[in-house]
């Protein structure tokens, strides 16, 4: 053999062993990633409670409650609209129902995410205004 051929061959070696080499380390990468996701899946995104007899939850909040939709609203002769909120902060929702006519409901739902600002009336004790996204 020349010098040459020997060279090509430990060079054909070397990046033989090269290939192998990247194909294992892919595939432990492979298994650590499976090995992560699994572990991860496994544990509870939310840290455990402490130990108590049960956990406390906060109910559904109903209120019967009269709507001051705008300035414009309040200048109409006529009987004001009952409506029902129900707070549900577990959950993060306000729900605004309106009985119609009948027995039919029309309801609208809003996500905490919407709701901006919450203002206390200071002039009218029972009067709260809620500030909504857009």
């Not at 060279?7 to 080499?21: F, N, R």
């Amino acid at each position: 053999q020349t010098a040459g051929q020997s060279g090509e061959q430990e060079l054909e070696s070397l990046v033989l062993k090269l290939s192998v080499l990247k194909d294992f380390l892919s595939s432990i990468e492979k298994k650590a990633l499976k090995a992560l996701q699994e572990i991860s899946s496994a544990t509870p995104a939310v840290p455990p409670q402490p130990l108590s007899r049960k956990a406390k939850s906060i109910p559904v909040q109903t209120f019967e409650v009269k709507l001051d939709i705008t300035l414009g609203d309040l200048t109409k002769i006529g009987k004001s609209q009952k409506y029902t909120l129900s707070v549900d902060v577990e959950g993060g929702r306000l729900v605004v129902m309106k009985k119609q006519k009948d027995t039919q409901e029309d309801w609208n739902t809003f996500t905490h995410d919407k709701i901006r600002q919450l203002i206390k009336s200071q002039r009218v004790q029972n009067k709260l205004g809620i500030v909504f996204e857009k």
